[in-house]
Each structure stands twice: as C-alpha cells, then as structure tokens.
C-alpha cells in the first residue's frame, strides 16, 4: 500500500465486491494487506504523516472522483493517524468541552465542598418529586377516604330499586316524565301550607294526568298499576279490569260499567302505587269529581297478604283471641255480638326468634309488630232523609277497645265545623274497628253534575300519643276533622296497648267499586256508566321528615315480599294459612317459643 493511500483510505481497485472481500482478495494488493494484518499495525507515533493538518481528504476533486464505484465502508473509513483528520491536535488547543474532563481546583473549589441544592433546577426537581409522591398517595389512599366521605347516595325515587326503577322492573317512559314529581304540576304547588303548623311543606310526588291515553295494565306505568280481580274481601258487585282506567282530557277517569265480567255484572278498575310508591307521614291530596249526579285507601285484593296484618295497628306483645271477657262480647250485632273474627297479628312483638318476620329488632332483641293499616281519604255515599252527596273519611284499626268505643273525648278529635261534618256512628264489626267523621261535600262536583273538582286528602304524622301522631282528614280544601293518637291509647277492659297512627310505609290506592256491605244500593236511580275523574294527585312531607320509599330502614319490606312473592301476586291465594298454606309464627305470649 502507497504511503498516500495509507494517510487517506485503504486503496482497493475498482469491484463490485462487499468491501470486506476486497480487502481480502484484492488482485496484486492482497499480500501486502496479509502481511500489513500479520505483522500488526505500527505505532502511530512512529509513522510519520505526509499530510498536512490542513488537509483534508474531502476537498480534492480528484479523490472524490476516484472514489466513484468504491463501497460505502471504503468511502468514510477514517485513516488510524488522528492527524490526516484535519484537527488540531495541538496540547494548547482549546475546545467547548474542556470543563468537563480539564478539573480547575479553583473553579470547582464551591462544588468540591458541597455546593447548595437551594438553585432553581433543584427546587424544581424537589417539587416534581413531591408532586409525584401527593399525587401516587392520593390516588391510592387518599381517594378511598375521600370517596367515602363525599358519596352521595343514590335515590330509588321512591320506587323499589335504584333510579327510581320499580318493584317490577320498569322506569318511567312517559314523555319527560322521569321522576316522582310531574313536570306539569306547577311551581306554586311544590310547596304547601301544613294545616297543623302553618309550617311550609315539600312535594314529593305527583301526577297531573295531562299526558292522555295512558294504559295502566302491569308493566305499562312506573308508579300506577291495575289489579285484575274480584275484591271479594268486601262483596263488591264489580270485577276489576285494567282497561276500565285511563287518562283522558288532563284527568284520570275510572269507569263502572254494567259490563259482564267472570260471572259478574259489573267491570271496574282498581289501581295502586303499591311497591311503587310509599311514603311515611305527610299529606296527601287529591282533585276529585266524584261519579254519578251529587274509593282512594298486605296488598290491596290479596287476601293471603292481609290475613293477620290487615287493618292492624300494634307493637306490643298482650292480645291473643283467648280473651279477656271484655274481648269476647258486646261487639257486632251482625254476627251474634262476637267483637272480632280477626285471626290475630300474625307478625306481632310476641314473634318468636328465628320465625319468618320481616323486622326490625327491638333493642330488647323483640320483632316491631309489622301490618298492613288502612287511611281512607274518602269513601262516597249518598245518604239522609233529603238525599245529599257524602264522603266517609276514616281509619280502620286492631286490635279492638271493648264494644268497638274508641276514647272519643273532646281532647282526642277535633271537628272545626260541625255543619257538615259529624262523627260516623258506625265504629266497628268483626274484621275491624273505626274512626270515620262523614262530611256533606259540594253537591255539583260529581261527573254527572257540573263536573267541577274538589279538593280531598289527609295530613298526618305517624307514632303514639307521646309523640304527637295525628291524622286530619282534609274536604273542601279545609280540614274535616282531626284524630290525635290518645283516642287509640291503652283499653283495660280488654287488655290492649296503645294503637299508634300508621308508622307503616303507605301506598296510594284509587278505586271505584259497588258493594251492599257498605249502603244500601239504589239500583232504579243509579245511571251507568259511572265516572270518576282524577283531576291530580299530590304527595307532601315537611322539608326536614322526607321519608318516601316501599323498603324503608325502619320498616323493612322487599326481602319478606320477595319470600312470599306468589302470596302477593296470585289473588287466588285468599288465606295465608289455608290457601297460601302456610304457617303463623310462633308467638312467644302463646308459650310457642
């Protein structure tokens, strides 16, 4: 190899061969090149360079022409000798990046003894780091906690399940009709003026019945269903069929019909909010025009549900059907004075541990007494010498005081106006006893008079005398008459507690049927079809007492439903313990535990 060629690149003739096999094989040159590698390279400091350092192996036109067809390796392959590079290689030369590998004991003196990380590409560092740590540790404990602490639980709506989806599974699918409170009610009527307070309470369900055509078959409605069946617990006259209810001109309109249906002569409709829409306490209201020319109240219709609970209200372990005297006589006249036909409580306090019973506990480990009591906002009649449109608005209880004699002194009822409203004679039979004033309403509000509407309801809050329970039954948009919880205190005579107003979860219940058990029946006069209209129905609470639901804390009821699902979906089940064949608990005052 040329001393030239040596300072520059390996010369290799022109090949169209990889570079290695040419430095290999290379005609004429290849001894050279195997002695070159055999003997091993010279040192550098010892061969002298015959290019200058100003030389450069890219600026000759010749070079690069010769360089045409060499290979890409032979091309930019540096000579060994540093110094046929083209750069000062002098000692004294300076370069950028001296600092870095030159040590200055004076320069690095600071340095050398530490330095200070307070500079701002530390702080900034610091802060990145503790940036980090916050947030890893608020990401995996601090969110829990805070999560915990800041969850905000999800409403039912009033409904059965989550969201407001029903004991059946449906959620509304009215047109923006999603929630409880109906778009359409105004915004003056989302709160209302408590008739015992004057305190100002909130709404908590409503339906205007704007929207028409609505179906109320089950599944069609997220809080309204209709019953088909013969409510046969109170001889009605009438099958119920959901297709007799509907909504039609900005009202709910049920309709008896002389219609022949399962071997009776009459078809009506019955519907409920029952495992829909419950509520504890409160008032309720209702627009009504009521059918004819001058009945909103276990699960209704399913009398396997209601033997033992209905109309039940009781919590104390101290009754049974055994006695005393006082408990045996002087009770209806219609059935041989017997006081009572009622099975007993069937989940009573004296419920034995480990029964089936829905709960609560007692903190003395006793059941709450559960049951199924019975508010009527009204029931109609038309009674006197001088026929007059009437509304019969009372509460049905048991256990019973002895001759059915509720402690109806001046101290435990109220009748602000005595004109139209007096105490209902009627107080009791074998299945029930009763607390009803019966009111004189305005006689052109019925269907088949002026239409006009009017106004029914009733206010109450749930508990005993010690807690200030009441219940005011409302007419005319004025309050009818008012019961305390002391006209249901204690009897001895027959050796019951007291009966506290409802504590129970409510549904609402609008039906329109025809029974001889109730008043006698004016077939010549009575024109079918009958008609009541709904014009709204609205659902109250005082702002700091919501308490709406089917399955309430307090008072638990899904898990018990669910248990005895075909008891309260078949209303061919009539008894619990014959038809539904299934047991009472057993009752600890009985000596069965």
Not at 448 to 477: F, R, V
Not at 522 to 528: E, H, I, W
């Amino acid at each position: 190899m040329s001393s030239d060629n040596q300072g520059h690149f390996y010369s290799q003739p022109p090949s169209n061969a990889p570079s290695t096999a040419t430095l290999l094989q290379s005609p004429g040159g290849s001894q050279a090149v195997r002695a070159a590698f055999a003997r091993g390279p010279q040192s550098l400091r010892s061969v002298q360079s015959t290019t200058s350092l100003n030389e450069s192996p890219y600026s000759s036109a010749g070079r690069t022409a010769s360089l045409q067809g060499q290979s890409i390796s032979d091309k930019f392959s540096l000579s060994p000798d540093p110094a046929s590079w083209g750069a000062t290689l002098a000692m004294n030369h300076a370069e950028p990046d001296d600092f870095l590998h030159n040590p200055d004991p004076r320069r690095d003196r600071k340095n050398d003894r530490g330095g200070s990380v307070f500079t701002y590409r530390g702080l900034t560092n610091l802060g990145c780091l503790i940036f980090l740590a916050v947030g890893l540790v608020t990401l995996f404990a601090g969110y829990p906690i805070i999560s915990y602490f800041t969850k905000v639980a999800v409403s039912n709506e009033g409904g059965f399940n989550l969201g407001g989806i029903n004991a059946s599974g449906q959620i509304p699918t009215m047109p923006n009709n999603y929630g409880l409170i109906d778009v359409d009610t105004p915004s003056s009527a989302h709160t209302y003026t408590s008739f015992a307070d004057s305190s100002q309470w909130q709404l908590v369900f409503s339906d205007e019945f704007n929207q028409d055509n609505r179906t109320f078959w089950p599944g069609d409605d997220p809080y309204w269903e209709a019953v088909n069946l013969h409510y046969w617990q109170t001889n009605d006259l009438e099958w119920y069929y959901p297709d007799q209810v509907t909504t039609k001109n900005g009202a709910l309109e049920i309709t008896l019909s002389e219609r022949e249906m399962n071997n009776l002569n009459f078809t009506s409709a019955l519907l409920s909010t029952w495992n829909k829409f419950c509520f504890t306490g409160g008032m309720v209201l209702v627009s009504v025009s009521l059918p004819g020319k001058n009945d909103v109240s276990g699960r209704v219709g399913y009398g396997a549900t209601l033997e033992g609970t209905w109309p039940y209200s009781y919590d104390t372990c101290d009754t049974h059907n055994g006695g005393p005297a006082a408990a045996l006589t002087n009770g209806d006249p219609y059935n041989g004075d017997v006081i009572s036909y009622l099975p007993g409580q069937r989940l009573s306090r004296c419920t034995c541990k480990g029964e089936s019973h829905p709960g609560p506990v007692h903190s003395d480990g006793t059941y709450v007494g559960r049951s199924a009591p019975e508010i009527d906002i009204f029931e109609s009649q038309v009674t006197g010498t001088l026929l007059q449109g009437q509304v019969s608005q009372s509460a049905q209880w048991a256990p019973m005081n002895a001759a059915y004699l509720w402690d109806n002194t001046t101290a435990n009822y109220n009748i602000p106006n005595s004109d139209i409203t007096v105490l209902n004679p009627y107080i009791g039979g074998v299945f029930q006893q009763a607390t009803s004033g019966v009111t004189n309403t305005n006689q052109s509000c019925y269907t088949q008079n002026t239409g006009c509407y009017e106004t029914y309801g009733y206010e109450y809050k749930p508990g005993y005398k010690s807690d200030g329970g009441y219940i005011s039954w409302i007419a005319n948009d004025a309050v009818a008459w008012t019961l305390d919880a002391g006209g249901m205190v204690a009897d001895n005579l027959t050796q019951i507690s007291d009966r506290p107003i409802s504590q129970e979860p409510m549904y609402l219940i609008a039906n329109l049927g025809i029974s001889p058990n109730f008043a006698t029946i004016d077939f010549t006069d009575l024109v079918f079809p009958a008609t009541m209209r709904i014009d709204w129905i609205r659902v109250y609470q005082p702002k700091d007492s919501i308490n709406i639901g089917c399955d309430p804390k307090d008072y638990p009821t899904a898990a018990y439903i669910n248990e005895y699902s075909a008891a309260y979906t078949n209303p061919n089940f009539t008894t619990w313990q014959t038809d539904f064949d299934q047991p009472f608990p057993k009752n600890s005052f009985l000596g069965q535990c």
